[in-house]
């Protein structure tokens, strides 16, 4: 093969730091078109970002020359940087950790309404509730420390 092909789709998921609930509706929609541009920006196009008010999930295609790691912590470091510059200096802090979730293709319109529908998912879900659903799901054990 001449050329290197990939495509890699990531649910990802990440707090607000100590899961304050610092998104606010007025800041949620730019908050989030800011990620969807963050993304873009280093060449890892958003499918659908959303969330609520301590906690962000997005579904982006992972670029093949870009790490994991550093396309969630450019989105997170610049997101943060540009919430303490938007009108009323919203200070967005992020936790250290994130979970990162490959998805399929057939599954992306699963995923793209679950993320959609945050908000009716935790008017009877905790946030740590959604996380150990999660890591159930993709086989992995759920470590109390890991959303701390």
Aim: charge should be neutral; glycine fraction near 6%.
């Amino acid at each position: 093969m001449s050329k290197s092909i990939g495509r890699n789709l990531i649910h990802l998921v990440f707090s607000t730091k100590l899961h304050e609930p610092l998104i606010t509706d007025e800041l949620n929609p730019t908050l989030f078109a800011y990620l969807t541009g963050a993304a873009r920006g280093i060449d890892c196009p958003a499918i659908i970002v959303g969330g609520v008010a301590d906690h962000v999930h997005m579904l982006f295609a992972l670029n093949k020359t870009v790490a994991l790691c550093k396309a969630v912590e450019e989105i997170k470091k610049s997101s943060s940087k540009w919430a303490k510059q938007y009108r009323g200096r919203a200070n967005i802090y992020w936790q250290n950790g994130y979970g990162a979730f490959s998805v399929s293709p057939q599954n992306v319109p699963r995923v793209t309404a679950y993320i959609a529908n945050q908000e009716r998912h935790h008017v009877n879900q905790t946030v740590m509730d959604e996380v150990r659903w999660l890591l159930h799901r993709a086989g992995e054990e759920y470590d109390e420390g890991f959303w701390e």
